[in-house]
């Protein structure tokens, strides 16, 4: 079986890189059919939009579905999100509220109608505004700043390897692997707070290291081996890399009852897996692809 396995893996990567290339132009696709319909590539948070964050204490177990349910069906044309807030010890200790709510008018409304539902004082529900504008703002000078990470990382990539080819393969592997977990993320309809971007930018470093560790193998290092003994070799300790973060990863989001932590678990927990295809078979296959071509060519180069 693991014979098939390597088999398949060293004769059929154009094959196993067309899958990859399918699922990388779904995604793509998904995330223009997110912006036709909303308006937004994701689905944004109260951090990224705007709006007004509302930390009710509870003396008991409250059910934060039924109130949300109460909320939406009092407020339907507006964007609102209940969750509990839990302690040390697990116990519930206080629901957090998500609204999109702008006017000041609106969130004073607002704020009276939670206190109601709640059965708290209005002094004892704490707030936090975020503006539209400025969240906004945050937004685009987040997303250039994305653009001039990647522009500069391809420099340097290309500086290094003095070869075209595997530094697109690099940052193509690392940008997959960005658009792919993007994709899953607005499937499962995750709101995605200024944290979960930070978890992004989390995930292009790792994507990258992991690209990197396997080009270096394959091609800075050409006495080491054949191709199919350097690859499997980065791919040895590339892979246990990835695997230990992601069991790493799948502990904190067991335990944790932080709403802000898990978010970022669980993205990079989706980000690991995806990268496991976009370096292992992606970018291998890009790679391998290469190298064969230089040998037919007649330029020398260790490609068994």
């Known amino acids: ?7 398949i893996y060293e004769t059929k990567y154009r094959t196993l890189l067309l899958i990859s290339f399918c699922i990388l132009f779904l995604s793509i696709g998904q995330i223009s059919y997110q912006y036709i319909t909303t308006g937004d590539f994701l689905h944004k948070g109260v951090s990224l939009k705007g709006g007004l964050t509302l930390t009710v204490p509870v003396t008991s177990a409250s059910d934060p579905t039924v109130l949300a349910t109460q909320l939406l069906s009092l407020y339907p044309d507006h964007d ?35 206190a109601e539902q709640t059965g708290i004082a209005k002094a004892d529900i704490s707030m936090e505004t975020f503006g539209s504008r400025l969240s906004q703002n945050f937004f685009e000078e987040l997303f250039i700043g994305l653009l001039i990470t990647f522009f500069f990382m391809g420099i340097v ?18 940008a997959s692997d960005i658009i792919i977990s993007l994709a899953i993320v607005n499937v499962l309809g995750i709101k995605l707070s200024s944290a979960g971007i930070a978890a992004f930018l989390m995930l292009i470093g790792y994507s990258i290291d992991t690209d ?4 270096i193998r394959v ?12 690859i499997y070799g980065a791919l040895k300790t590339g892979g246990l890399m990835t695997l230990t973060a992601i069991a790493a990863v799948a502990v904190v989001l067991i335990f944790t009852n932080s709403d802000v932590l898990f978010q970022i678990m669980l ?9 496991l295809m976009t370096t292992w078979v992606q970018n291998v296959g890009i790679l391998r692809w290469h190298l064969l071509k230089l040998e037919q060519k007649g330029k020398g180069v260790d490609a068994q």
């Not at 209940?82 to 302690?87: D, F, K, Q, S």
């Not at 993205?267 to 990268?275: E, H, R, S, T």
């Open 1 to 7: 079986m693991l014979d098939q396995i390597k088999h």
């Open 80 to 114: 609102i999100s209940v969750r509990e807030l839990r302690g040390a010890g697990g116990q519930q200790s206080g629901l957090v509220i998500d609204a999109d709510f702008i006017d000041k008018e609106a969130m004073d409304s607002f704020i009276l109608t939670v």
């Open 157 to 174: 990539i290309f500086l290094y390897f003095r070869d075209f080819v595997p530094s697109i393969a690099v940052m193509l592997s690392a």
């Open 212 to 215: 990197t560790l396997l080009t």
């Open 219 to 230: 091609i800075k290092q050409k006495t080491d081996g054949t191709l199919n003994e350097r």
């Open 267 to 275: 993205i990079l927990f989706i980000g690991l897996i995806v990268d």
